[in-house]
């Protein structure tokens, strides 16, 4: 089994910053994926942004140029520094990744438990 423990969500202003953490613990052989997603009220999740195992990042349009992704695989460990937050990034953010437990095993997706992220004035 793995554990997503995400960190570092909370009330900031407009235009202001956070960085969100993610670290993964358990039954890990290799992390493949890893991402963050986000939730506001009465709206599907959505994803907000990936990297993969060699690094490669994607973002959706509404956060390019305001956040970044990345990650530390030493300590299994993916981080999204947000940049000039508006209102409407209000949401609950979600951390996931693909991980296989050992060699053979394809990646098996996993969830954190969701912060809260709120910008307010």
């Known amino acids: 089994q793995v554990q997503l423990v995400e960190s570092g969500g909370g009330l900031v202003q407009p235009g202001g910053s956070l960085r969100l953490s993610c670290a993964a613990s358990?039954?890990?052989?290799?992390?493949?994926?890893m991402g963050w997603y986000r939730q506001a009220p009465g709206k599907q999740r959505e994803l907000v942004a990936i990297i993969n195992s060699g690094s490669n990042t994607n973002y959706a349009d509404s956060v390019k140029g305001r956040f970044t992704i990345s990650r530390d695989n030493a300590k299994n460990t993916v981080y999204l520094q947000m940049n000039s937050l508006k209102p409407e990034d209000t949401a609950v953010y979600y951390c996931?990744?693909?991980?296989?437990?050992?060699?053979?095993?394809?990646?098996?997706?996993?969830w954190g438990q969701g912060t809260q992220v709120t910008v307010s004035s």
């Open positions: 358990g039954s890990i052989f290799r992390i493949n994926a």
């Open positions: 996931h990744a693909g991980v296989s437990p050992n060699i053979i095993t394809m990646p098996i997706p996993y």
